[in-house]
């Protein structure tokens, strides 16, 4: 039921005919994101489609490859689980500071590091990973050497319905009333952080369940004469 429902969704907005397929085609993020609902849905359909054969039939076939199946994917979330808990320290604010500083241009928005970190200060009105002094002393200061800070980090106001710039000028010579002051890192820890604590308690339910699920498979399989 769940993998039909994603794999609805999915094809959902693909052809939706009143313009949402567009405005996610805007984004290749959101577009990108389509795709991978289409393939968690297959995926979990196949899933239940062979357990719950292999379970009424008792095809000992299917519950073996139903088995099979889901371990591989348990030691791929396993592994997953690993790997972050290894590479956590690229998660440090030093390690941030130091890719901004190296790495980020400012305006080119062909350079998908310098588009994303704009994306990163624009939506959540934050300015470089600590602070606005991130950027002394970087890669940014040296291309844009009139400018304190980047775009992305002056202040908006709704004007008309549409955000624009307080005052431009006064943010990029550096005056501090007219941009954002707060560093991205906070920002999105802050923002992020409930649904952290949501996604993990989802984690360990999702692993429970896949558990479970190759138990009772192994069961069934052995029950079947």
């Not at 890719?99 to 305006?107: I, P």
């Not at 005052?167 to 920002?187: D, P, T, V």
């Not at 308690?201 to 029950?223: P, S």
Request: aromatic share 14%; with cysteine; charged share 15%.
């Amino acid at each position: 039921l769940g993998g039909s429902f994603l794999l609805g969704v999915g094809v959902w907005v693909l052809v939706d005919p009143t313009g949402f397929r567009e405005i996610v085609a805007a984004n290749p993020l959101l577009f990108t994101g389509v795709y991978i609902i289409l393939g968690m849905g297959g995926m979990l359909f196949l899933l239940g489609f062979l357990g719950c054969c292999g379970a009424i039939r008792e095809n000992k076939c299917l519950l073996l490859f139903f088995f099979m199946l889901i371990l591989l994917i348990f030691l791929a979330e396993l592994a997953a689980a690993i790997l972050a808990f290894i590479f956590r320290e690229h998660l440090t604010r030093e390690y941030f500071t130091k890719e901004l500083k190296s790495h980020y241009h400012g305006y080119n928005n062909s350079d998908v590091f310098t588009s994303t970190w704009n994306a990163i200060m624009t939506t959540f009105d934050c300015c470089g990973v600590n602070s606005p002094e991130d950027f002394k002393d970087s890669l940014f200061r040296l291309i844009n050497q009139n400018h304190m800070v980047p775009e992305a980090c002056c202040q908006r106001i709704l004007q008309n319905g549409e955000r624009v710039y307080s005052s431009q000028e006064q943010c990029l010579s550096g005056n501090m009333m007219f941009r954002n002051n707060k560093g991205c890192y906070s920002a999105v820890v802050d923002y992020f952080e409930l649904y952290i604590y949501v996604a993990g308690a989802m984690a360990i339910v999702v692993l429970t369940i896949e558990l479970f699920a190759m138990v009772f498979a192994m069961c069934l399989f052995r029950g079947i004469q």
